[in-house]
Antibody
Framework: QVTLRESGPALVKPTQTLTLTCTFS??????????VSWVRQPPGKALEWLAL???????YYSTSLKTRLTISKDTSKNQVVLTMTNMDPVDTATYYC??????????????WGQGTLVTVSS | EIVMTQSPATLSVSPGERATLSCRAS??????LAWYQQKPGQAPRLLIY???TRATGIPARFSGSGSGTEFTLTISSLQSEDFAVYYC??????????FGQGTKVEIK
């Protein structure tokens, strides 16, 4: 059974850096084709893709947020970490991690973690 | 970047009725489209991939169709547990991965 779980602070102050950890089980990020991605969702709004890391340690970022995002993995711990710098109240959202398949034509998110709500406020 | 547009924003349907949701891509995505269901307070769940293939455990009342730029998700007979928000996602050209803005299916 594949599971993912997000962890990190529930509250951050403006200008601070957010660090979120995705801990997963049931698959290995060293397996060819495997990826883990981050997606966020502001309250009442749509899903927004943020970043992705693949089995080969290639990293991909949202164009609009790439200067603020860093994604990394620790394969031995089955963890993926996302950092977002210079947090702003508009970054208030539920942040999800999800498994993503990197093989051509198989690029969907399944499954998703439960999500973690991050509020940016002073 | 491929822009995904869903319509309508909200769909009011009575239980037992058929619901038809649309998703349009700004350029062809072939059949590289997925649909997700999201209930309040829950994470999205994969429903359909490859435009028309149901994910594991998804009931047969959910069906997807389309290719190129026009896609449809049909729920043949709405059950109470189907009232949720539905998102489409293209994966033909990524990064970036792009989602539609969602269609809320509510009880009429």
């Amino acid at each position: 059974q594949v599971t993912l779980r997000e962890s990190g602070p529930a509250l951050v102050k403006p200008t601070q850096t957010l660090t979120l950890t995705c801990t997963f089980s049931g698959f290995s990020l060293s397996t060819s084709g495997m990826c883990v991605s981050w997606v966020r969702q502001p309250p009442g709004k749509a899903l927004e893709w943020l970043a992705l890391i693949d089995w080969d340690d290639d990293k991909y970022y949202s164009t609009s947020l790439k200067t603020r995002l860093t994604i990394s993995k620790d394969t031995s711990k089955n963890q993926v970490v996302l950092t977002m710098t210079n947090m702003d109240p508009v970054d208030t959202a539920t942040y999800y991690c999800a498994r993503y398949y990197g093989a051509p034509g198989e690029n969907w998110f399944d499954p998703w973690g439960q999500g973690t709500l991050v509020t940016v406020s002073s | 970047e491929i822009v995904m547009t869903q319509s309508p924003a909200t769909l009011s349907v009575s239980p037992g009725e058929r619901a038809t949701l649309s998703c349009r891509a700004s350029q062809s995505v072939s059949s590289n489209l997925a649909w997700y269901q999201q209930k309040p307070g829950q994470a999205p769940r994969l429903l359909i991939y490859g435009a028309s293939t149901r994910a594991t455990g998804i009931p047969a009342r959910f069906s997807g169709s389309g290719s190129g730029t026009e896609f449809t998700l049909t729920i043949s007979s709405l059950q109470s547990e189907d009232f949720a928000v539905y998102y489409c996602q293209q994966y033909n050209n990524w990064p970036p991965v792009t989602f539609g803005q969602g269609t809320k299916v509510e009880i009429k």
